[in-house]
């Protein structure tokens, strides 16, 4: 596995491998501190893929003023030793300043998509993320881009951006990583006091109750909200709701009525970290 800072040198090794005739080239973008979750789709993209290329870069245009950035957890040689073990081929670790030189006023902005859920209390998230993904796709040129399910918005803002772009490449979404008692693996788990930690098991079981009331047969997306909003009062105390919302898996529009499958969204701000999660809903058929 080779190491590379420089777009000059990871656009060399990619353009090698496909001179070698190597295969498709995959790239798993990440901000670092990685997990099972992350490793899970550096080995999907090793088993599609000839070549995989795994970036790791905390990019700063998609922290809030107030959020994160300075303390984003950076343990790097934890990280190649990971990268290595799964199959990565190159890791490519660039600093800010080769990734927007002197400044970057050009931005990617997909609208609608962007303006509910995560998008709605966090400003200008979406335009960073849109725009360092569509730098890194033509940086490393790969044919198949690697996401989580647990950042379903941002997936599917993604797909939507490469879309309208008619960018060439593939996205894939790969399903969500739970630890054993179904919290979702995030690198801002790490943040959580012990106390938080367990009540954070409240989002995936307030998933699960809402996908119970829909496969019984509740069709009231307000009901279904309500229910999910009252299990995580009574067992995350210490988390302050930032949205429940039920959508279309496609548009991201609020439901109202359940008639067609569903993704159940939410997040959750603790004191420590704010955490996402969700669940798409599949409505049986009657009869």
Do not use: W
């Amino acid at each position: 596995m080779i190491v590379v800072k420089t777009i000059q040198e990871i656009r060399a090794a990619v353009a090698q491998a496909r001179a070698e005739g190597q295969g498709r080239i995959g790239l798993v973008p990440t901000m670092g501190a990685l997990h099972a979750g992350h490793f899970s789709l550096v080995q999907a993209a090793r088993r599609e893929c000839g070549f995989v290329v795994v970036s790791i870069f905390v990019n700063p245009t998609q922290f809030g003023p107030n959020e994160d950035l300075s303390k984003y957890p950076r343990p790097v040689e934890k990280d190649l030793a990971g990268c290595r073990e799964h199959g990565a081929d190159a890791v490519f670790l660039p600093e800010v300043a080769e990734m927007y030189g002197q400044g970057s006023p050009t931005t990617v902005h997909v609208a609608r998509l962007t303006e509910r859920l995560c998008g709605a209390s966090r400003p200008g998230h979406f335009d960073g993320v849109c725009t360092v993904v569509t730098k890194l796709f033509h940086i490393v040129g790969a044919d198949v881009a690697y996401f989580g399910a647990k950042d379903y918005q941002q997936a599917t803002v993604i797909r939507r951006m490469v879309a309208d772009l008619n960018q060439p490449v593939e996205v894939k979404l790969c399903p969500t990583l739970r630890e054993s008692d179904g919290l979702a693996m995030s690198s801002r788990n790490v943040y959580l006091t012990p106390g938080e930690r367990r009540q954070a098991t409240a989002l995936i079981e307030s998933l699960r109750l809402a996908e119970k009331l829909i496969r019984q047969g509740e069709r009231g997306g307000a009901k279904v909200i309500e229910a999910v909003r009252r299990h995580v009062a009574q067992n995350a105390p210490l988390g302050a709701i930032d949205y429940v919302e039920i959508v279309d898996p496609e548009a991201l529009s609020p439901v109202e009525t359940i008639a067609a499958p569903v993704v159940v969204a939410l997040a959750v701000t603790f004191p420590s970290a704010r955490l996402i999660d969700n669940m798409r809903v599949d409505v049986p058929r009657r009869g």
